[in-house]
């Protein structure tokens, strides 16, 4: 199974019309496939589990951005802080504050989104409502306490669900979520089965996988 060049170039063009990010989710592909993908000019990809990325940004070229797409747990960001892109997983004020000290350890500012909980589904993890509201209204309070973290937006994950509407919903709810802070530049919103219905809903970056590099046995 091979990197899919020609979905690859069609999907990166449709998004670039839109000005939409493509991040290209590598989760359990091996790195000759990232290769093909860098060799045909893209440098912008996402895994889920530390240790699996740790491994590959080693291997790989040093100007990958590497996005952290998955759950984050604070003992682990240590690993991550020196060459992490974006962290697209924040869902927690414990994390918030790991990610800020790492970050002041290695005198680094680390990009990160504040996951939202969007769908029906319980097991999706992401903030709610009104504990984003807190934790944007506590840096706002103390800037000077989170010199070491930026929040650049928001990021979230519609039901898996055949129900078009119900993921529309899902991402207008976001989308007016992200409206509400005018600070926040990035939405990122829209898999491989829901990107289009994402940028309909005003996503500006997509985390696509199995369309490019072929179904996974593991999600
Ligand atoms: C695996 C994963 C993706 C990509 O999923 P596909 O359906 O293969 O496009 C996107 N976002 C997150 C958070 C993921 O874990």
């Not at 000005?19 to 993908?37: D, G």
């Not at 970050?103 to 680094?108: A, D, E, L, M, S």
């Not at 769908?119 to 944007?136: D, I, S």
Request: hydrophobic content about 40%; aromatic content about 8%; overall charge neutral.
């Amino acid at each position: 199974m091979s990197f899919l060049i020609e979905s690859y170039q069609r999907i990166q063009k449709e998004l670039s019309v839109n000005n939409v990010i493509l991040v290209a989710v590598t989760k359990t592909k091996p790195v000759s496939m990232i290769m093909e993908a860098y060799d045909a000019g893209h440098r912008d990809f996402g895994e889920n589990y530390v240790q699996e990325l740790l491994d590959k940004q080693e291997a790989l070229p040093k100007d990958i951005r590497w996005h952290f797409i998955g759950h984050l747990q604070s003992n682990k960001v240590k690993f991550i802080a020196p060459f992490v892109h974006l962290i697209h997983g924040m869902d927690s004020e414990k994390l918030l504050n790991e990610i800020n000290k790492q970050g002041k350890k290695i005198n680094r500012i680390i990009p990160c989104l504040l996951q939202i909980h969007i769908a029906a589904e319980e097991t999706k993890f992401g903030l709610n409502e009104t504990e984003l509201e807190v934790l944007m209204t506590q840096i706002k309070k103390q800037p000077d306490h989170w010199n070491n973290i930026s929040i650049k937006g928001l990021m979230g994950m519609a039901s898996f669900t055949e129900d078009n509407d119900l993921i529309k919903t899902e991402f207008n709810n976001l989308k007016s979520l992200f409206d509400k802070y005018p600070t926040l530049k990035i939405l990122s919103m829209g898999m491989s089965a829901d990107y289009r219905f994402g940028i309909e809903a005003g996503s500006n970056m997509v985390r696509i996988g199995s369309l490019l590099f072929g179904s996974r046995i593991i999600i």
